[in-house]
């Protein structure tokens, strides 16, 4: 009998084992950032002054996928060279591609590896897939860098996902909509095979909650719906600590509007929050980075 019961123990062990013997989920940290680019007008806030504490503060964080905006080539090659253990997929805006501000995407490699025949620049304008092309009183050039990125592990819970890192025209409300809504045909437009694949679009949008584009890049369609991540937090909305704004005009204490951002569709958000990092003249942007810890699993209904 006592040796029956020890059977029974261990079967009952193998077949539910103890909860702190279950791993948990695999997750994937996202991180969008608009770092300002060099521009010598700005003062203390000059890159120069900032280059360092930018690269460092990425450097810590160590985030799984990265989308920059306002990046400047010099920029670029700065951070790459500050972050060795990540690949980047970028672009100029302009019709050359060595010119203008990029909207770069870059991941860490022990993790992901760019599936090549899905990583692209579009830009936003009706004729997208001509380099430097402007529509809509679009006050500036604006692109968007769209990749399928692969896990190095080859494991069914840690699908492929597809990322968007965009940057919105800051004047013309017309480019703002048309340009959400060609992000969505973009992303609908997929290989069939693919298009179960989660989808992560990251950027600055210019706009805020509620607003147009913001709705049309949530909105669900043919190709499902997004969520905002950060939306997902709300118990630290509008709290000293985690400012709901993320524009800050190189003001550490502003609260100005959200239009920064995390969205997904078929991750599930661990957690998101507003991040602050500053350096001795203030902020070390115009912009404060926003964070997302999403699961690699489908999200329950």
């Not at 402007?134 to 399928?148: E, L, Q």
């Not at 095979?193 to 909650?209: K, L, Q, S, Y």
């Amino acid at each position: 009998m006592a040796q029956l019961l020890r059977l029974v123990a261990v079967l009952a062990a193998i077949a539910f084992p103890p909860s702190s013997l279950v791993a948990d989920p695999p997750t994937v940290t996202v991180e969008t950032w608009n770092i300002r680019y060099d521009n010598p007008g700005d003062g203390p806030h000059a890159w120069r002054h900032r280059r360092e504490g930018v690269i460092a503060h990425l450097r810590d964080g160590s985030p799984d996928v990265l989308g920059l905006q306002e990046v400047l080539p010099h920029q670029l090659a700065a951070i790459r060279k500050g972050l060795p253990g990540y690949d980047a997929f970028g672009r100029g805006r302009e019709r050359e591609a060595t010119r203008g501000e990029a909207v770069p995407v870059l991941w860490r490699r022990d993790r992901w590896r760019l599936d090549p025949e899905h990583a692209t620049h579009f830009w936003l304008s009706e004729t997208p897939d001509v380099p430097g092309s402007m529509s809509w009183n679009t006050a500036c050039t604006r692109m968007v860098t769209m990749i399928r990125l692969v896990s190095v592990e080859a494991s069914p819970t840690l699908p492929a996902i597809w990322v968007c890192n965009l940057h919105l025209d800051h004047q013309s409300a017309k480019a703002r909509a048309k340009g959400a809504a060609l992000v969505r045909a973009r992303l609908a437009a997929r290989p069939e095979a693919m298009r179960h694949e989660p989808v992560v679009i990251v950027g600055d949008f210019n706009a805020t909650p509620g607003s147009p584009p913001v709705e049309t890049l949530l909105a669900a369609g043919a190709d499902g719906a997004f969520i905002d991540a950060w939306a997902t937090t709300e118990e630290r909305r509008d709290t000293p600590k985690s400012p709901s704004g993320t524009w800050n005009g190189w003001d550490a204490d502003a609260r100005s509007g959200r239009i920064d951002f995390v969205l997904v569709r078929g991750l599930a958000v661990e957690a998101a929050d507003i991040l602050r990092p500053t350096h001795d003249a203030g902020p070390l942007s115009d912009h404060w980075p926003v964070r997302a810890t999403l699961i690699l699993e489908p999200p329950r209904s």
